[in-house]
């Protein structure tokens, strides 16, 4: 901040408008040690939403908790489903990615780990697992280790909200304080290989997120009513990873908001919107969801358009004027637009095929 008076942004302005925890967390996640960080009032509000985030978080476990009348303290690893194994790794990654950063000063980069943990794993992926998992009680339980794991990570940031939230979840008694609670360094080795904890596991379930997104990118891309109950197929890579895929059914079909899912193994061109992925492609049914004469008609204007475009590439690419005369990478740019629009010509013609 400018040592000029006036010139710059007042820190309890900004403390008033959207608290100190906020404006300790944004300065640390949008500031390098490169470079100076132009800033705005607006960016505080990263911080902001994220203190929303975690409160909306902390309310929701105690709502759990009073439904199941309390969690366990301890989860069962017997029954530990891939999605909650992922959940621990993900934690454990987390520990060791924060604690290297901060032993090496890297202030930003370690707010970013922890603010991608929190909002993304935590909140985004399995607070919606959570919600209807085979064992609510179990998923719950291990939703409370890696939250207080979270909060203890958080807290060099955001010292206010992980205090009072700590104490409202429980996790301090009176006179308790999370500045003395031991920094998270993760799980130990005896628990890993207790728990299972694999990276085979953690990358498929990294690769089902993959494929439960470009389902939603599908359902977007074709304006199906994100209320609608659809039909799935899923051409799996190999019959190994088809029976996990199996194992997750009723998970992947809360996920992807679908009636059915049928899932295959084996290779298949099916004549339905698909997404190849890691674990294989993705097929939306689209019958009785669309219109497919208007989605025909606008097919078809996008395929002339880009037909277009590519006649009016060729011809310039077919000048010699413009050849011998034109920078090297401009022509190279205009070759691999070709590209581009090639391969969406293919796209769009296996679409009007799809649509006729």
């Known amino acids: 901040m400018s040592k000029s008076l006036g010139n710059s942004l007042d ?3 900004l403390i008033d408008m959207y608290s100190a925890d906020a404006l300790r967390f944004s300065l640390a996640l949008i500031t390098s040690l490169e470079c100076d960080t132009k800033v705005d009032k607006s960016k ?5 939403n994220f203190c929303t985030k975690i409160w909306n978080a902390a309310r929701f476990m105690q709502m759990q908790e009073e439904a199941l009348g309390g969690i366990p303290a301890d989860f069962d690893p017997a029954t530990l489903t891939s999605d909650e194994k992922h959940m621990l790794m993900a934690c454990e990654k987390a520990c060791e990615k924060v604690n290297d950063l901060l032993a090496k000063y890297r202030i930003q980069d370690g707010a970013l780990a922890v603010y991608d943990f929190f909002w993304t794993q935590i909140c985004d992926w399995y607070v919606e ?8 009680a179990n998923a719950f339980a291990i939703l409370r280790d890696v939250f207080w794991k979270a909060l203890r990570l958080l807290h060099p940031y955001m010292p206010f909200v992980t205090e009072e939230v700590a104490h409202q979840l429980g996790f301090l008694k009176d006179g308790e304080t999370i500045m003395r609670a031991e920094f998270p360094k993760g799980y130990s080795e005896e628990q890993r290989q207790a728990w ?10 990294e690769a089902k997120r993959v494929m439960i997104s470009d389902l939603r990118a599908l359902r977007a891309e074709y304006k199906v009513n994100p209320a609608a109950f659809v039909q799935v197929t899923v051409q799996a890579r190999d019959a190994a990873t088809a029976a996990q895929l199996e194992a997750d059914l009723a998970s992947l079909k809360k996920a992807m908001r679908a009636d059915a899912i049928t899932i295959a193994a084996g290779d298949a061109d099916l004549a339905m919107p698909g997404k190849l992925g890691a674990l294989g492609t993705v097929y939306l049914s689209l019958e009785g969801l669309v219109d497919k004469q208007a989605e025909l008609k606008r097919v078809t204007t996008e395929l002339a358009k880009t037909q277009g475009f590519i006649k009016s590439i060729d011809a310039k690419l077919g000048n010699e004027n413009f050849m011998a005369h034109a920078p090297a990478d401009i022509v190279a740019g205009q070759k691999a637009k070709r ?11 296996k679409l009007a095929k799809l649509f006729a």
């Open 339 to 349: 590209e581009e629009l090639v391969a969406k010509i293919a796209q769009l013609e």
């Open 129 to 136: 697992y959570a919600k209807d998992a085979p064992d609510k």
């Open 44 to 48: 505080f509000e990263i911080g902001r």
């Open 11 to 13: 820190p309890l302005e």
């Open 196 to 205: 299972g904890l694999t990276d085979e596991i953690y990358d498929y379930v």
